[in-house]
């Protein structure tokens, strides 16, 4: 049975913690006076701290390794992933859960995004969306989430108290729980199982986490849900052999990848294509 002891839950807007933390994401960009740099300056500037992000991804593949892991065994098992977060941390979530159907061919349920306010807070902010360290928890039971799954919560801070609160009540009802945060020694961290710390270093805009931190998280996810699938046998060779056919592109692609693997012209790819409804179909039935 499912429980929440909210007197339990770390309520970080007045944590002793969150004080003495010294947050990484918040410190001083090491770049001052942006207001009066050259467009051209400004945008090696910039290119020039994207560059160490992927340094710093490489870094922490170990827990990246471990959480791909986690995911393949719960999905094998009929679980699924979850993220949760808020701001550009939760719109990251979304995004990538929002891009495994097409990509796939898999149902929507195998990776589901949530961010704190709602489908509304994809495109506008929404007041104190993120202080409620009881919403995602609400948020989650929706989908009646269970010990079958996996719960990731994304905060570049790692104190964000709408992440907080789901993976502290998930970790209680016996979820695994991971989080990718951009601060060493968060309390986001410290409630995940498996958490994965990208410290990429201030930001180029004092504090502005879309930046640096927001990249990190996106290719981190990149890489769990990629490998993920590939795992979970819906890649074939280095193929998207499972992709929807859902427009013209698409369609294209699938007869290319047909007639490399079948080597017959593309009026007869497409043929079977269309008559097969898929790439791995097709292969499934006439590849020798």
Known sequence: ??????????????????????????????YDDLDKMSTESLLKNINKEDQSVP????????????IVDINVAKMEKGGRVFYIGAGTSGRLGVLDASEIPPTFGVSGDWFIGLIAGGDTALRNA??????????????????????????????ASGTTPYVIGGIETARKNGITTGCITCNSGSPLAKAAEYPIECIVGPEFVTGST?????????????MISTATMIKMGRVKGNKMVDMQLSNKKLVNRGVKMICEELDIPEDE?????????SVRAVLMNYKV
């Open 126 to 155: 929404v007041e104190n969306a993120e202080d409620d360290t009881a919403q995602a928890w609400k948020d989650l039971q929706k989908f009646k989430i269970s010990e079958k799954d996996v719960l990731i919560g994304i905060a």
């Open 210 to 222: 879309r930046m640096k931190s927001g990249t990190a998280q996106k290719l981190i996810l990149n």
């Open 1 to 30: 049975m499912f429980f929440q002891d909210s007197a339990q839950i770390t309520n970080i807007s007045n944590s002793e913690e969150m004080q003495k933390n010294k947050l990484t994401t918040e410190a001083s960009s090491n």
């Open 55 to 66: 340094l710093a991804v490489e870094k922490v593949i170990p827990q990246i390794n471990t």
């Open 269 to 277: 790819a497409q043929e079977l294509l269309l008559k097969h409804g």
